[in-house]
Nanobody, 124 residues
Framework: DVQLVESGGGSVQVGGSLRLSCVAS????????MGWFRQIPDKEREGVAG???????SYADSAKGRFTISYDTAKTTLYLQMNDLQPEDSAMYYC???????????????????WGQGTQVTVS
């Protein structure tokens, strides 16, 4: 199975941008459904954006128009471009992979079985 390592988090001012990266090893992420999730303490992990192996994407309402999920051309790195960041976007961000998303809901945490370690985003 693929292994995932996130990076790119940090502290940013309100209205700023960050690009998160998720580097894959052990397999190409083009074979998987991929998702970005975020979590704040004492809250359930929530889906932010997902992408299927055919390139189709899904976004949480909170992310639409501001966030973009994409691959690099080699399909070894997943990105999340985040623009117009707001304090409510502050969270630990995780990328995740699944061979199949049976529910067809790319934002459903329970569908994913491979996770990275997370990268912290703080907006103030």
């Amino acid at each position: 199975d693929v292994q995932l390592v996130e990076s790119g988090g940090g502290s940013v001012q309100v209205g700023g941008s960050l690009r998160l990266s998720c580097v894959a090893s052990g397999d190409t992420i083009g074979r998987y459904c991929m998702g970005w999730f975020r979590q704040i303490p004492d809250k359930e992990r929530e889906g932010v954006a997902g992408i299927e192996s055919d390139g189709s994407t899904s976004y949480a309402d909170s992310a639409k128009g501001r966030f973009t999920i994409s691959y690099d051309t080699a399909k070894t790195t997943l990105y999340l471009q985040m623009n117009d960041l707001q304090p409510e976007d502050s969270a630990m961000y995780y990328c995740a992979a699944a061979r199949l998303v049976y529910s067809r809901n790319l934002l459903l945490m329970q569908e994913y079985n491979i996770w990275g370690q997370g990268t912290q985003v703080t907006v103030s």
